[in-house]
C-alpha cells in the first residue's frame, strides 16, 4: 500500500520511528513506549514500514 507522504500524520508517524530508533539505541524503555503511545493503527503501520526499511538499509 501506497503512502501520500504529504500526508502530516505519516510525517509525523516517520518521525517517531527515528525517535522510536534512538531512543532503542539508548535503551530508554520509557520513551520507547512514549513514542508508540499516540499513534493510530495506519500511522504505527507505516512507522513500522519506515522503521523496517531503516533496519535493512544498516545490513551489509
Known amino acids: 500500500m501506497c503512502r ?7 510525517n509525523g508517524a516517520s518521525w517517531r520511528a527515528h525517535d522510536l530508533w534512538r531512543a532503542y539505541a539508548a535503551r530508554d524503555r520509557a520513551s ?4 508508540l503511545a499516540h499513534l493510530e493503527d495506519d500511522q504505527l503501520e507505516f512507522a513500522r514500514g519506515v ?4 533496519y535493512n538499509d544498516t545490513l551489509p
Open 4 to 10: 501520500d507522504l504529504t500526508d502530516p500524520r505519516m
Open 32 to 35: 520507547v513506549a512514549e513514542h
Open 51 to 54: 522503521t523496517a526499511n531503516f
